[in-house]
């Protein structure tokens, strides 16, 4: 089984920085792409980033110049930088990747527990 599990959610001012960390486990033959998404209060969940192995990156308009992905594809670990925080990013933030189990080509959808960022004075 496939487990993805996210850390690094905090309360940090604004203007103020975070890691995001998102490491996969379990037994598969490929992991690719992998995502940051998010959830506010009384929102949708919306796409944040987006990375694929050969690190050609998508970031949502609202975070462009601000976050940061990047992965190690040796670990299977995806990474957020976020910079910049504002009181609009606080949300429960989802690690979500596509997963090739047993067969390539064939890719199956897992999420993350999910993580919580609070931007607050």
């Known amino acids: 089984q496939v487990q993805l599990v996210e850390s690094g959610g905090a309360l940090v001012q604004p203007g103020g920085s975070l890691r995001l960390s998102c490491a996969a486990s379990g037994s598969f033959i490929d992991i690719n792409p992998m995502a940051w998404y998010r959830q506010g209060s009384g929102k949708d969940r919306e796409l944040v980033a987006r990375i694929t192995s050969g690190s050609s990156t998508t970031y949502v308009d609202s975070v462009q110049g601000r976050f940061t992905i990047s992965r190690d594809n040796a670990k299977n670990t995806v990474y957020l930088q976020m910079n910049s925080l504002k009181p609009e990013d606080t949300a429960v933030y989802y690690c979500?990747?596509?997963?090739?189990?047993?067969?390539?080509?064939?890719?199956?959808?897992?999420w993350g527990q999910g993580t919580l960022v609070t931007v607050s004075p």
């Open positions: 979500n990747a596509e997963v090739a189990v047993r067969s390539p080509g064939i890719y199956r959808e897992v």
